[in-house]
C-alpha cells in the first residue's frame, strides 16, 4: 500500500480536509472518497447539484499542422465531422484492438486539441501518444499538472455556474464547451460529465482552482450544493451503466463486447486497432457487457461470479449499491446467450447464490440536456 | 465519538452490553462512522453457536465488506431483523436501533478479554492517529 506522502494531491487537497472530506489512495492520488457520506451526497446530485474535484484527471494537448490526422489514427471515433468547441467520448486502442483508455476529445480549432484522460493512465497515454506522433508535424503537451478540472453535476448546475460567468451557458450544448471566465479567471467549461445529470466539466489553472472552487461552494449553498467524493461518483456512472477503465475496459477487452461499438468507426481510415476490430465484428461477437439487477438483498461487488442454473458464466467488473434503486446492480461479460433481459442469474456473494437478473442499460434513465446549439 | 461507559468493546470495534448470562451485541459508533452508510448486514441464524473473536457476520457499506466478530462465545438468541430493511439503523443509533444480535454465553472469564471504554478510546485515538 502506497504510503499517503507518496500520492499526488490536487489544488484542493486541503480544502477538501476542511470540508470533512476522507481522503484515501486513488490510482496514485490522495481524493477524497466521501464527505457526508456516499447515499446523500448521490442524491444531492440526483436532486440537484454537487461539485467534483476531478483534478486527478489527466489532459493533453495536441496542436500542429498535422493534429487532425494524428487524431484520427489515434482514436476510434471520427473526429472529422467535429465542429470548433465540441467534445467526443472516444477510445483509444492498441493494434489489437484492446483499449489504451476512454477520453474526451475536445476541439478548439481544426488543428488544436485537447483529450481529457484517466487519472490512472494519463501518463501512459501520453507516452503512447509521442510513441506514434513521431510521423506527424505536432506538438504533443502532458498539461495535466498545470490543470484542475472541477465537475459540477445536477439540475441546477446550470444556474449555479451563470452566477458567476457571463458566458451564456444555456448556449453551449450538450458535448460543446466553451472558453469562457468564471470571475476573472479562465477556463474552459465544458457540458459533460460522468452522473447521468445536466452538468457541467470546468478546466482551470491549477492556481486558480482553490479560489474558482470555493466561489461556487460559496454561491452554491442556495442550491444545496455540496462536495461530492469519489464513492458517489461511482454509484451515480454505475446506475448509467457508464464503463470505467480498468474495471470493464482494459488492454486485453475487446470494446465491442462492451457495447461501444458506437464510437468505433470502422469506415473511417486506418487507425489504431482497425484491422483487429473488424477482424473481431465481422467474426461476431461471443460475448457482451449486461446489467445486472439483484433481486434480492446484498451487494454485488467486482469479481463476484455469476452463475447461470449453477455453471458460472461470467465475473462482475463492477458492482454496487444503488441508491436510487435501492438495490445492488453490477455489471459482467456474459456470452451472448445470457444477454437478453429478464434473463435470470444469480451472484454469488460469499457462499449465497443470490438471485438476480439482467437488465437493460442504463439502469436510471439519463437526464443529461441534449440540447444542439 | 460516542463511546458509552456500560458496555465492553473488542479490538474490531464490536459492543457487548451484558446483562446476567446474556449480552446484546452491536458496533461501535467510530465503527460505523468509519465504514460509512451501511446497506446490508447479514446475520446469522438463531441458534448457531458463535466463538468468541471468530466472524459471525458481515456487514457491508457502500464502498466496504467487515466481517463481524463474537465478542464472546455462546448460542444466538436473537437478531435484529429490521436491519435486513433499514440497515441504516447502524448509522443512526449504532448503540440502540443498530444492535446486531443477542447472545447466551456461559464463560465469564471471556469478558476479561474485552476492553474498557476507557481502553477502547484509546484504541480508536491510536487509530486515528
Redesign the interface.
Known amino acids: 500500500m502506497a504510503n499517503d506522502s507518496n500520492l499526488k494531491t490536487t489544488p484542493l487537497h486541503s480544502m477538501h480536509k476542511e470540508l470533512g472530506g476522507k481522503l484515501v489512495p486513488f490510482a496514485g492520488w490522495h481524493m477524497p472518497i466521501q464527505f457526508k457520506g456516499v447515499i446523500q451526497e448521490h442524491q444531492c446530485v440526483r436532486d440537484g447539484v454537487g461539485i467534483f474535484d476531478v483534478s486527478h484527471m489527466g489532459e493533453i494537448e495536441i496542436a500542429g499542422p498535422e493534429a487532425k490526422q494524428l487524431i484520427q489514427y489515434l482514436v476510434t471515433n471520427d473526429i472529422e465531422p467535429m465542429q470548433n468547441n465540441q467534445a467526443l467520448y472516444t477510445l483509444m486502442c492498441l493494434e489489437t484492438g484492446g483499449v489504451v483508455d476512454d477520453l474526451l476529445v475536445h476541439r478548439f480549432s481544426d488543428d488544436h486539441y485537447f483529450f481529457c484522460v484517466n487519472a490512472s493512465n494519463s501518463d501512459k497515454d501520453f507516452q503512447w501518444i509521442l510513441k506514434n506522433a513521431s510521423n506527424f508535424n505536432v506538438s504533443v503537451k502532458n498539461t495535466s499538472q498545470q490543470t484542475a478540472q472541477l465537475a459540477v453535476q445536477g439540475k441546477h448546475s446550470e444556474a449555479l455556474i451563470q452566477k458567476l460567468c457571463d458566458t451564456p451557458l444555456g448556449e453551449i450544448g450538450y458535448y460543446h464547451f466553451r472558453k469562457a471566465k468564471i470571475y476573472n479567471f479562465e477556463c474552459i467549461i465544458a457540458r459533460t460529465g460522468y452522473t447521468g445529470e445536466d452538468g457541467f466539466e470546468i478546466y482551470i489553472d491549477s492556481k486558480d482552482a482553490k479560489s474558482v472552487y470555493k466561489s461556487l461552494i460559496e454561491e452554491g449553498k442556495p442550491f444545496n450544493l455540496q462536495p461530492i467524493g469519489l464513492g458517489a461518483r461511482d454509484t451515480l456512472r454505475m446506475e448509467m451503466g457508464y464503463a470505467l477503465y480498468g474495471n470493464e475496459l482494459n488492454e486485453n477487452c475487446n470494446p465491442l463486447e462492451a457495447g461501444l461499438e458506437w464510437v468505433i468507426k470502422l469506415q473511417k481510415n486506418d487507425f489504431l486497432g482497425k484491422a483487429a476490430l473488424k477482424k473481431q465484428k465481422d467474426a461476431g461477437l461471443s460475448r457482451r457487457l449486461v446489467g445486472i439487477r439483484l433481486l434480492d438483498r446484498g451487494v454485488p461487488r467486482p469479481h463476484y461470479r455469476v452463475l447461470n442454473e449453477g455453471s458460472l458464466i461470467g465475473e462482475l467488473t463492477s458492482g454496487t449499491f444503488s441508491p436510487s434503486l435501492n438495490a445492488g446492480i453490477g455489471l459482467c461479460y456474459v456470452s451472448t446467450e445470457h444477454t437478453k433481459p429478464g434473463t435470470k442469474l444469480d451472484v454469488e456473494i460469499r457462499k449465497l447464490k443470490v438471485p438476480a437478473e439482467v437488465v437493460k442499460l442504463p439502469f436510471l434513465p439519463s437526464r443529461v440536456k441534449k440540447i444542439n446549439c | 465519538m460516542e463511546v458509552p461507559e456500560n458496555l465492553l468493546y473488542t479490538q474490531e470495534h464490536e459492543w457487548i452490553r451484558v446483562d446476567g448470562k446474556n449480552a446484546t451485541v452491536g458496533i461501535t459508533h467510530f465503527a460505523q462512522d468509519q465504514l ?2 451501511i ?2 448486514v ?1 446475520l446469522p441464524e438463531v441458534g448457531t453457536l458463535i466463538e468468541q473473536e471468530n466472524p459471525f457476520g ?1 456487514v ?4 466496504t ?1 467487515s466481517d463481524l466478530y463474537a465478542p464472546i462465545s455462546g448460542t444466538v438468541t436473537a437478531v435484529n431483523k429490521d436491519l ?1 430493511v433499514h440497515p441504516e439503523q447502524v448509522n443512526d443509533a449504532p448503540y440502540g436501533n443498530g444492535w446486531i444480535i443477542e447472545i447466551e454465553f456461559s464463560d465469564d472469564n471471556e469478558l476479561e478479554k474485552l476492553m474498557s471504554p476507557e481502553e477502547y478510546i484509546e484504541r480508536c485515538n491510536k487509530e486515528q492517529g
Do not use: P
Open positions: 460509512g452508510d446497506v446490508f447479514e458481515v457491508e457499506s457502500v464502498k465488506v435486513e
